[in-house]
């Protein structure tokens, strides 16, 4: 049972414009999440995140929402470069739970020229 | 500084068999995380390691099992390996337990395939 979701497997995008990715969790309990980036053959890279306390966290072309009342959370990629193109993953953990990461599926981004 | 290593970077081991993995922090990190990542269920959390003892504990069955040496090695060992094991086991160091977000860096894995 997903406790993390990541309902879209790809998503294309244009360079230059928004990308959105999305995340919805179903703890009520998590109150740390996290975003990370991979390229093949790497390992994933902390990218951003946000405390529960906040509802929205921005870090140059970054930016993540924290909807707590619908347990969802996005990612905003202002504007997209080809060099984005990688697989993200959302990440959630909470104190009660020693802070133990549990991840979502991922969604491969295709940032096309 | 060199990144976090992971050996060996390919390893195919046939069922029944047992497995050990290493994974070498960052220099001056303390803390070491291991993962399974398969396609269908994700990244998912095997152990973490502070100190030499284990801090926190996933979900798997006993047969996975891991160790941290006094430098901060780790390695991590699967006994009589299943088919389902085959998978990416990537391993995360950090200089504070439990810390996930800046300087909890990945290594680039070691692929395990069960034949």
């Known amino acids: 049972d997903q406790q993390v979701k990541q309902n879209s497997p790809s998503l294309s995008v244009q360079e230059g414009r928004i990308s959105i990715l999305n995340c919805d969790y179903t703890?009520?309990?998590?109150?740390?999440f996290l975003w990370y980036k991979k390229y093949p053959a790497e390992g994933p890279t902390f990218l951003i995140s946000?405390?529960?306390i906040k509802d929205k966290n921005e870090d140059g072309r970054f930016t993540v929402f924290l909807n707590k009342s619908a347990k969802h959370l996005s990612l905003h990629i202002v504007p997209s470069q080809p060099g984005d193109s990688a697989v993200y993953f959302c990440?959630?953990?909470?104190?009660?739970?020693?802070?133990?990461?549990?991840w979502g599926l991922g969604t491969s981004l295709a940032v096309n020229p | 500084k060199a990144g976090v290593t992971q050996t060996p970077r390919y390893l195919i081991k046939t069922r029944g068999q047992q497995v050990t993995l290493s994974c070498s922090p960052i220099?001056?990190?303390?803390?070491v995380s291991w993962y399974q990542q398969t396609p269908g269920q994700g990244l998912q959390f095997l152990f973490e390691?502070?100190?030499?003892?284990?801090?926190n504990k996933g979900n798997f069955p006993g047969r996975f099992s891991g160790r941290q040496f006094s430098n901060s090695r780790s390695e991590m060992n699967v006994s009589t390996l299943e088919l389902g094991d085959s998978a990416l086991y990537l391993c995360?160091?950090?200089f504070g337990a439990g810390q996930t977000n800046y300087g909890y860096t990945f290594g680039s894995g070691t692929r395990l395939t069960v034949v």
């Open positions: 995360a160091s950090s």
């Open positions: 220099s001056g990190h303390r803390s």
């Open positions: 390691y502070f100190s030499e003892t284990q801090r």
């Open positions: 703890n009520s309990m998590f109150d740390y």
């Open positions: 946000i405390s529960s």
């Open positions: 990440a959630a953990s909470n104190a009660g739970n020693n802070r133990k990461l549990i």
